[in-house]
């Protein structure tokens, strides 16, 4: 048996066009475009990657863009400061601070300082807070891509056994609220998981989010199983010429794709969906700050 390939190109191409229309609609009734602030501090060339990604996807579907730009040595209180303008400004209705912060800032106290209904990263106490309780609020980006490309690969989550290995807050805790929040069973792997292996071969839908590179093996796998592989691991390629590297996840997918039903690929997978979500949070927090219900689309 061959899996299906889980084409997150595409998913999250969708899902980008309905934001689009979304934002119309919004537009059409308020005459001001949704906007989305972002901070890079420091010269980070990944971050610069993402930012650029990100503000050019944010103009594509509609919205409008706000980039701060600033030095590696700004100082805590100023980017505090920064974000607090941001939470005050009636034109922005997403924030989002690019992580990693340079050393010397406190990620953590600059998080807090985001106003959970601008918190389109979903990163916030509240917002996690809100995840946890089971009320409304933005959801962390890419734990909602890999419902929704789970979703994409099965009439229905109700009752799945989903493991999620990895336990980070980023990941690995908010997905398992998410996919409970499907109805899920789940479990939460982690690396002191006693027979990992077996819990694995345990799961409808698994969910590898460990950073490490090809860990989750074929005999992991339950026949047909969904895998849904969020590592994004950068090795080294002499295949492909001397100094080139290239991008494989924590599965082994020429193995795994063997056994499961479906699976993601590294890259093309969830990594598109996590600009998709924010753009997605975007639009809601702007139709939450605008008194609008959410459009059912989304
Ligand atoms: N750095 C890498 N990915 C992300 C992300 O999704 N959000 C933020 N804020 N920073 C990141």
Same mark, same amino acid.
């Given at each position: 048996?061959?899996?299906?390939?889980?084409?997150?190109?595409?998913?999250?191409?969708?899902?980008?066009?309905?934001?689009?229309?979304?934002?119309?609609?919004?537009?059409?009734?308020?005459?001001?475009?949704? =906007?989305?602030?972002?901070?890079?501090?420091?010269?980070?060339? @990944? !971050?610069?990657?993402?930012?650029?990604?990100?503000? $050019?996807?944010?103009?594509? @579907? +509609?919205?409008?863009?706000?980039?701060?730009?600033?030095?590696?040595?700004?100082?805590?209180?100023?980017?505090?400061?920064?974000?607090?303008?941001?939470?005050?400004?009636?034109?922005?209705?997403?924030?989002?601070?690019?992580?990693?912060?340079?050393?010397?800032?406190? !990620?953590?106290?600059?998080?807090?300082?985001?106003?959970?209904?601008?918190?389109?990263?979903?990163? &916030?106490?509240? !917002?996690?807070?809100? /995840?946890?309780?089971?009320?409304?609020?933005?959801?962390?980006?890419?734990?909602?891509?890999?419902?929704?490309?789970?979703?994409?690969?099965?009439?229905?989550?109700?009752?799945?056994? &989903?493991?999620?290995?990895?336990?980070?807050?980023?990941?690995? $805790?908010?997905?398992?609220?998410?996919? /409970?929040?499907?109805?899920?069973?789940?479990?939460?792997?982690?690396?002191?998981?006693?027979?990992?292996?077996?819990?694995?071969?345990? =799961?409808?839908?698994?969910?590898?989010?460990?950073?490490?590179?090809?860990?989750?093996?074929?005999?992991?796998?339950?026949?047909?199983? &969904?895998?849904?592989?969020?590592?994004?691991?950068?090795?080294?390629?002499?295949?492909?010429?001397?100094?080139?590297?290239?991008?494989?996840?924590?599965?082994?997918?020429?193995?795994?794709?063997?056994?499961?039903?479906?699976?993601?690929?590294?890259?093309? +997978?969830?990594?598109?969906?996590?600009?998709?979500?924010?753009?997605?949070?975007?639009?809601?927090?702007?139709?939450?700050?605008?008194?609008?219900?959410?459009? &059912?689309?989304?």
């Amino acid at each position: 048996m061959s899996a299906a390939i889980i084409d997150g190109k595409s998913i999250a191409a969708d899902l980008r066009a309905r934001v689009g229309e979304a934002v119309t609609a919004l537009n059409a009734e308020h005459g001001a475009s949704p =906007a989305l602030a972002v901070v890079l501090v420091g010269e980070d060339p @990944a !971050s610069q990657v993402y930012v650029r990604n990100k503000v $050019k996807f944010t103009e594509e @579907a +509609g919205m409008r863009s706000v980039e701060h730009k600033l030095p590696a040595d700004t100082a805590e209180a100023d980017i505090v400061e920064l974000v607090q303008g941001l939470n005050a400004d009636p034109q922005i209705d997403g924030i989002l601070v690019q992580l990693p912060l340079p050393r010397h800032i406190d !990620s953590d106290r600059v998080i807090a300082e985001i106003d959970p209904d601008k918190d389109v990263d979903g990163l &916030t106490e509240t !917002s996690a807070g809100r /995840l946890l309780l089971g009320r409304p609020g933005l959801r962390p980006c890419t734990p909602a891509g890999c419902v929704t490309l789970a979703e994409s690969a099965r009439d229905s989550l109700e009752g799945l056994h &989903t493991v999620v290995l990895g336990r980070s807050i980023l990941v690995g $805790k908010p997905a398992a609220m998410l996919f /409970l929040e499907k109805n899920c069973t789940v479990s939460i792997a982690h690396s002191r998981t006693q027979d990992l292996p077996g819990l694995c071969r345990q =799961a409808d839908i698994l969910i590898a989010a460990v950073g490490r590179p090809e860990m989750v093996k074929g005999d992991w796998i339950k026949p047909g199983a &969904t895998i849904i592989d969020v590592g994004i691991n950068r090795i080294d390629a002499p295949e492909k010429g001397e100094g080139k590297t290239r991008l494989i996840g924590d599965v082994d997918f020429a193995e795994a794709s063997k056994i499961a039903g479906a699976i993601t690929p590294v890259p093309g +997978g969830v990594g598109p969906m996590t600009i998709a979500g924010l753009l997605r949070n975007t639009v809601l927090a702007a139709c939450a700050r605008r008194g609008r219900r959410a459009p &059912t689309a989304l």
